[in-house]
């Protein structure tokens, strides 16, 4: 008996705010004032390291960071990285020399990131993508404008189905669809053409 019941388990809706904030295409306008506050300040600050060679030919300026973020200061100071195992993941970069590509993967990364949330491109990925980069940022030990655009990035994954609305998305979607529902694009044709 108790086992029929589970099966028969209620389905619960979703409060009347979050339906309007994550599904109803009126809040795309809101969505979209998140989308060009976060792509500008991801393509900001991708443009700014394009223009630095420190960042673009020798990696030098990701080195820096990275060495700035392992060092252990003497104590009651606290290091910049608080994990063992992320200390060991970014020392292991380093002493690879993988700062050298892996600088041109951080702008790279950033101006794409940037151009898409502005677009209105694969919203959903594009700031999927973006809070990655701020979760490892602030995991190296940076706060800056981190923890504010992780939140905004997980906001916009959370209203993938209407932050693109105003965007490329609103056909992108339709044609191209989601990994687990693919569009007009990619569905197969059913039935038998005579």
Same mark, same amino acid.
Request: charged share 10%; aromatic share 18%; proline share 7%.
């Given at each position: 008996?108790?086992?029929?019941?589970?099966?028969?388990? %209620?389905?619960?809706?979703? %409060?009347?705010?979050? *339906?309007?904030?994550?599904?109803?295409?009126?809040?795309?306008?809101?969505?979209?004032?998140?989308?060009?506050?976060?792509?500008?300040?991801?393509?900001?600050?991708?443009? *700014?390291?394009?223009?630095?060679?420190?960042?673009?030919?020798?990696?030098?300026?990701?080195?820096?960071?990275?060495?700035?973020?392992?060092? &252990?200061? *003497?104590?009651?100071?606290? %290091?910049?990285?608080?994990?063992?195992?992320?200390?060991?993941?970014?020392?292991?970069?380093?002493?690879?020399?993988?700062?050298?590509?892996?600088?041109?993967?951080?702008?790279?990364? *950033?101006?794409?990131?940037?151009?898409?949330? &502005?677009?209105? &491109?694969?919203?959903?990925?594009?700031?999927?993508?973006?809070?990655? =980069?701020?979760?490892?940022?602030? =995991?190296?030990?940076?706060?800056?404008?981190?923890?504010?655009?992780?939140?905004?990035?997980?906001?916009?994954?959370?209203?993938?189905?209407?932050?693109?609305?105003?965007?490329?998305?609103?056909?992108?979607?339709?044609?191209?669809?989601?990994?687990?529902?693919?569009?007009?694009?990619?569905?197969?044709?059913?039935?038998?053409?005579?």
């Amino acid at each position: 008996m108790a086992t029929s019941q589970l099966a028969k388990s %209620p389905t619960f809706a979703s %409060p009347p705010w979050a *339906e309007l904030l994550f599904r109803d295409p009126k809040s795309a306008w809101f969505w979209l004032v998140v989308r060009l506050y976060l792509g500008y300040s991801w393509l900001e600050h991708g443009l *700014e390291k394009l223009s630095n060679p420190a960042w673009v030919q020798t990696g030098e300026a990701l080195k820096g960071f990275w060495q700035r973020a392992v060092a &252990i200061p *003497e104590p009651p100071a606290r %290091p910049p990285i608080a994990f063992d195992w992320y200390r060991a993941f970014i020392q292991s970069l380093l002493d690879s020399g993988s700062y050298t590509w892996f600088s041109k993967l951080v702008v790279f990364g *950033e101006i794409a990131v940037g151009i898409a949330l &502005i677009l209105g &491109i694969f919203v959903w990925f594009s700031a999927f993508m973006g809070g990655f =980069m701020n979760w490892n940022f602030m =995991m190296a030990g940076t706060a800056s404008t981190n923890p504010v655009m992780l939140i905004l990035a997980i906001l916009l994954v959370l209203a993938w189905r209407t932050a693109g609305w105003i965007g490329l998305d609103r056909w992108l979607l339709v044609y191209i669809g989601t990994p687990w529902q693919p569009g007009l694009l990619f569905q197969r044709k059913t039935g038998t053409q005579a």
